[in-house]
């Protein structure tokens, strides 16, 4: 401990017993020993290095582990995990840290540190993590003033993997330190590189108790985050401790023999053929029907087919409704890679979002036969639906709203800034991928466009909210354009074909 920082400035206390205490001061605290439940560093660096260097590199780190154990993530195994992560990274598209790490970050994140922190109305966070990991989580979801943390040094566009020296941010910072009699910092239970420099300098400062107190935390639950966590990527869904990364890396080649295997039997076979088998394999699929069997007829009338509306979970969507309906139909989709679209077991088309010209395709599928459209226009992994796209309420009254739902447990069978053709694997290389599909009442005709006089945008939010409901899922506004901004820094005007598997 540095000799500046004597007794009468430290008491160590539990934080839970100290939130009241805080009031509306400045808080300066350090975010692994002041939020995080857990002690290990080894996840988020993990996560890292499957996410933007792929499973060679996150296979180096996970066997470098036992010598960064040893060594301390703390001190030198902590510059071992850097550079193993980080060498040889483009720095320009590098989005792991505000795309990936904040849904994990938000799972760590323990009750009583973060009601203590966020009591304070100005925040400043110091961290061992590099900035580019932490400092777009604390921002966006905490609205700290300034991240104490170290830069990667990096040589034409390509991170090096080695700590530059920490630079200052002269002005919260430096306003706390001026103003530390109203300042109040808050640690681990012990005083690590970044907060002998730091920490010292404040009237008071207090220590966690240990880190047993922190792992008996309470997980701070989903209602209680900042702001709702509805967009994030990456493909792996569960957090990799050193325990659970063994168990992946036992697990892969299976997984790989078992989604080649379902793909391939899923797709040559006819599904109450295939369904048994894949079933054995350990996929899960509930379909739910209506009492009434209308919605599975065809409206000959009109000499239109069914239109069938749902969510979209993942590219796999439109081929299980065709199963659960047991009955040809078509699919129109945005995100659909070449190579998915020549394999479909059936008939797929790629939309242009040229609104004319998407409707003119659309009114023709639906001449010649049922057709299923995701109104969203891209994929949603958490319980929330997009705002739905009105264009498919003005082709035909005959609307049947399908919902959909997934659960996976190792990997997502989704990505904003991967590749897409690569979707239908990853899904199906969970070992138990589980598919929700629930077929409701037709929509009321007096409710739809040309019958009921409704307007586009009333029949859209209508049965966004009818696939709420049945799912429990809340209804926003926000549309694909703003997931790729927040997830890929674009508009998502390429999410269409795989740029490798044209």
Same mark, same amino acid.
Request: proline share 6%.
């Given at each position: 401990?540095?000799?500046?920082c004597s007794?009468s400035?430290?008491k160590?206390?539990?934080?839970v017993?100290?939130?009241?205490?805080?009031?509306?001061?400045?808080v300066?605290?350090?975010f692994?020993?002041t939020?995080l439940?857990?002690?290990s560093?080894f996840?988020?660096?993990?996560?890292?290095?499957?996410?933007? &260097?792929?499973?060679l590199?996150s296979?180096?780190? @996970?066997?470098s582990?036992?010598?960064?154990?040893?060594?301390?993530?703390?001190? %030198?195994?902590?510059n071992?995990?850097v550079f193993?992560?980080?060498f040889g990274i483009?720095?320009d598209?590098?989005? *792991?840290?505000s795309a990936?790490?904040?849904?994990f970050?938000?799972?760590? +994140?323990?009750?009583?540190?973060?009601?203590?922190?966020m009591?304070?109305e100005?925040?400043v966070a110091?961290s061992?993590? $590099?900035?580019?990991? *932490?400092e777009?989580f604390?921002?966006d979801y905490?609205?700290v003033?300034?991240?104490?943390?170290?830069?990667?040094?990096s040589?034409?566009g390509?991170?090096?993997?080695? @700590?530059?020296?920490?630079k200052?941010?002269?002005t919260?910072?430096?306003e706390?330190?001026?103003?530390?009699e109203?300042?109040?910092?808050i640690t681990g239970?012990h005083?690590?590189?970044?907060?002998q420099?730091?920490?010292?300098e404040?009237?008071?400062?207090?220590l966690?108790?240990?880190?047993?107190?922190?792992?008996n935390?309470?997980?701070?639950p989903k209602e209680?985050y900042?702001k709702?966590l509805?967009? %994030?990527?990456g493909?792996?869904a569960?957090?990799?401790?050193?325990?659970?990364?063994?168990?992946?890396f036992?697990?892969?080649?299976?997984?790989?023999?078992?989604?080649?295997?379902?793909?391939?039997?899923?797709?040559?076979?006819?599904?109450n053929?295939?369904?048994?088998?894949?079933? @054995?394999?350990?996929t899960?699929t509930?379909?739910?029907?209506?009492?009434?069997?209308?919605?599975l007829?065809?409206n000959? =009338?009109?000499q239109?087919?069914?239109?069938?509306?749902?969510? %979209?979970?993942t590219?796999?969507?439109p081929?299980y409704i065709?199963y659960a309906?047991d009955?040809?139909?078509s699919?129109?989709?945005?995100?659909?890679?070449?190579f998915?679209?020549? +394999?479909?077991?059936?008939?797929?088309?790629r939309l242009?979002?040229?609104?004319?010209?998407d409707?003119?395709?659309?009114d023709?599928?639906?001449s010649?036969?049922n057709?299923?459209?995701?109104p =969203?226009?891209?994929t949603?992994?958490?319980?929330?639906?997009?705002?739905?796209?009105p264009?498919?309420?003005?082709?035909?009254d005959?609307?049947?709203?399908?919902?959909?739902d997934?659960?996976?447990?190792m990997?997502?069978?989704?990505?904003?800034?991967?590749?897409k053709c690569?979707?239908?694997?990853?899904?199906?290389?969970n070992p138990? $991928?589980?598919?929700? !599909?629930? !077929?409701?009442?037709?929509?009321?005709?007096?409710?739809?466009? %040309?019958?009921? &006089?409704?307007?586009?945008?009333?029949?859209?939010?209508s049965?966004?909210?009818? !696939?709420g409901n049945?799912?429990?899922f809340?209804?926003?506004?926000?549309?694909?354009?703003?997931?790729?901004?927040i997830?890929a820094?674009?508009?998502?005007?390429?999410? &269409?074909?795989?740029?490798?598997?044209k």
């Amino acid at each position: 401990m540095n000799p500046s920082c004597s007794s009468s400035k430290i008491k160590t206390v539990s934080l839970v017993h100290k939130t009241q205490e805080l009031g509306n001061k400045r808080v300066v605290f350090d975010f692994e020993g002041t939020l995080l439940r857990s002690t290990s560093l080894f996840p988020y660096f993990m996560l890292v290095a499957f996410e933007a &260097g792929g499973l060679l590199r996150s296979l180096i780190l @996970f066997l470098s582990y036992p010598l960064v154990w040893l060594l301390g993530e703390d001190k %030198h195994g902590l510059n071992i995990m850097v550079f193993l992560c980080f060498f040889g990274i483009r720095k320009d598209p590098f989005r *792991v840290g505000s795309a990936v790490l904040p849904k994990f970050f938000l799972e760590d +994140v323990g009750w009583e540190g973060f009601e203590a922190v966020m009591r304070c109305e100005k925040k400043v966070a110091s961290s061992k993590l $590099p900035r580019v990991m *932490v400092e777009g989580f604390l921002k966006d979801y905490l609205g700290v003033e300034d991240v104490v943390a170290r830069d990667i040094k990096s040589f034409r566009g390509y991170f090096l993997g080695l @700590f530059e020296e920490r630079k200052e941010n002269k002005t919260p910072l430096y306003e706390a330190k001026a103003d530390s009699e109203n300042t109040t910092g808050i640690t681990g239970s012990h005083i690590g590189y970044i907060d002998q420099e730091l920490f010292p300098e404040f009237k008071k400062v207090c220590l966690i108790l240990s880190s047993q107190e922190r792992r008996n935390w309470h997980v701070l639950p989903k209602e209680r985050y900042p702001k709702p966590l509805i967009f %994030h990527d990456g493909r792996l869904a569960f957090r990799p401790t050193s325990a659970s990364a063994l168990a992946f890396f036992m697990w892969l080649p299976l997984g790989l023999f078992l989604s080649i295997f379902r793909f391939t039997f899923g797709i040559l076979l006819p599904f109450n053929v295939s369904a048994p088998i894949l079933a @054995f394999s350990g996929t899960r699929t509930t379909v739910s029907r209506p009492q009434s069997p209308s919605s599975l007829v065809t409206n000959e =009338e009109n000499q239109k087919g069914m239109l069938y509306v749902c969510n %979209h979970r993942t590219l796999l969507d439109p081929l299980y409704i065709a199963y659960a309906l047991d009955k040809p139909l078509s699919a129109v989709t945005y995100s659909l890679s070449r190579f998915n679209e020549l +394999v479909a077991p059936i008939r797929t088309i790629r939309l242009t979002r040229e609104r004319e010209r998407d409707r003119a395709t659309m009114d023709k599928l639906l001449s010649l036969g049922n057709l299923v459209v995701c109104p =969203e226009g891209t994929t949603c992994r958490e319980p929330y639906l997009l705002r739905f796209s009105p264009l498919f309420a003005e082709l035909t009254d005959d609307i049947v709203p399908v919902a959909v739902d997934v659960k996976v447990s190792m990997f997502y069978g989704t990505t904003a800034s991967g590749h897409k053709c690569l979707d239908p694997f990853f899904h199906l290389m969970n070992p138990n $991928p589980s598919y929700f !599909i629930k !077929i409701l009442d037709p929509f009321p005709r007096s409710q739809t466009c %040309h019958e009921g &006089g409704k307007s586009r945008i009333e029949v859209a939010n209508s049965v966004q909210r009818e !696939i709420g409901n049945a799912l429990g899922f809340a209804c926003t506004s926000l549309t694909r354009k703003d997931k790729y901004m927040i997830l890929a820094g674009n508009e998502g005007v390429n999410e &269409g074909p795989c740029r490798n598997c044209k």
